[in-house]
């Protein structure tokens, strides 16, 4: 039994299929649910057009043990498919993690924001997304001095916040602007999102989502309402959607000059 | 020097409290004594209840004194290694342990019920996990402890023995 090919999967109940010698319950209970989740993945997959997702090992568990430390989170932003205006994966992401415009722009958080780039001599204008590049080797970890910037193995850049002591180097440190400083006391943060006063905090490629076997809220919702330009995956995993459109279509990375190779990739910028 | 001064302090105090508790009279002192004989009677806290239909990954006397220990290994297992199994989760804790204000709503820390406070402020110990951390349920989040805790022993003594380390 294998769902791993998300288009063709016809997911018959678990009673129907054939079962090789004597299920134990418990690979019977696994084998529910993993339908089940297939199910899903299938139902979303077949939206026009899109394929929201491409996942590595076809790991489909609802609350995991540890991550996958042979994967490499990335993602993949069709600049051309990103429309003027459109902000579905800032609104996404706001509401997603619990941060927003509280009209101080000078002080508020961005994990996620919109760039509008022009060429100075063609005149020609694009826009696109920006969050945390989640760099193979993050100058954000260099240089702070607890530990708190890390890298996880599957290539997501963290902040510990149990570690952060607010010192903000980590800001300075990363070409991308990516990080923020939480400046006021909160309430009511999110249970899988925390956020607090006096650490600084940035894109988690919505590490908590990725976990679940989800994708990042920012892509969903360019998927669903946006322009499509958002593709989520592993690129370490050669068969995955993301690694192999990596491989065809020419990318760049967001100045690839600094050598931090980072995870998110742009075609047509 | 700040040390021996500190001692003599000490050493001071200890006097006039065990000449208070032994009911010498100082001049002056007879009021200030009953109150501390008072002070030192602080009512053992009312612990609010759990949510009804659930159980604890363990029994209260181990939670009291380890829930400290389980939370700091629970938390690195998460943040560094992905882990993200709902026992000894801060949300699960969250979730079972939440108190319903005077308005329906769940209490934050704020208040002095929240299930964390009421032995927090009884032991004079602060948290500071609600700096960043939501310390009640999301309104309508259904999804957490919607049944007991099926603890596998095996994954129990795994756990504890990381606390140890």
Known sequence: ?269 | MKQRIRQVLATALLAVALGAMAGISWPGMASAGEASIQVAAVPAPAIPEAKPGTECVRDPEFMRRNHMDMLKHKRDLTVHEGNRLPEFSLNECIACHAVKGDDGKNVTVADSRHFCRSCHDYAAVKVDCFQCHASRPEAGDTALQSSPHGMNVLALSEFLKGVQE
Request: proline share 7%; glycine share 10%.
């Open chain 1, 1 to 269: 039994m294998s769902c791993t090919d998300k288009e063709t999967c016809t997911c018959t109940p678990a009673g129907s299929l054939p079962v090789d010698g004597e299920a134990s319950p418990g690979i019977e209970a696994g084998r529910r649910a993993f339908i089940k989740a297939g199910g899903a993945f299938a139902t979303i997959a077949l939206t026009p057009t899109v394929t929201l997702m491409s996942f590595g090992g076809g790991k489909a568990n609802a609350a995991q043990e540890s991550l996958d430390p042979k994967a490499r989170w990335g993602l993949l932003i069709d600049v051309a498919k990103c429309g003027t205006g459109c902000s579905e994966c800032v609104s996404a992401c706001q509401k997603e993690n619990g941060w927003q415009d509280t009209g101080h722009p000078e002080t508020d958080a961005q994990w996620i924001r919109k760039v509008t780039v022009k060429n100075p001599k063609s005149g020609a204008v694009a826009e696109l997304p920006v969050m945390c590049q989640h760099c193979d080797e993050p100058p954000c970890a260099d240089v702070c001095p607890t530990g708190a910037s890390f890298k996880r193995a599957d290539g997501i850049v963290l902040v510990d916040k149990h570690l952060c002591i607010g010192c903000r180097y980590c800001m300075m440190a990363c070409p991308y602007k990516a990080r923020s400083f939480i400046h006021e006391t909160l309430i009511d943060q999110k249970p899988y999102a925390p956020r607090g006063k006096g650490t600084v905090e940035s894109c988690t490629m919505c590490v908590h989502r990725v976990d679940r076997g989800e994708i990042p809220a920012c892509v969903e919702s360019c998927n669903l309402t946006g322009g499509g330009a958002m593709m989520f995956g592993n690129l370490n995993d050669p068969q995955s959607e993301i690694a192999k459109r990596v491989a065809e279509l020419t990318s760049t990375q967001l100045r690839p000059d600094l050598g931090v190779d980072p995870g998110v990739h742009y075609t047509y910028l």
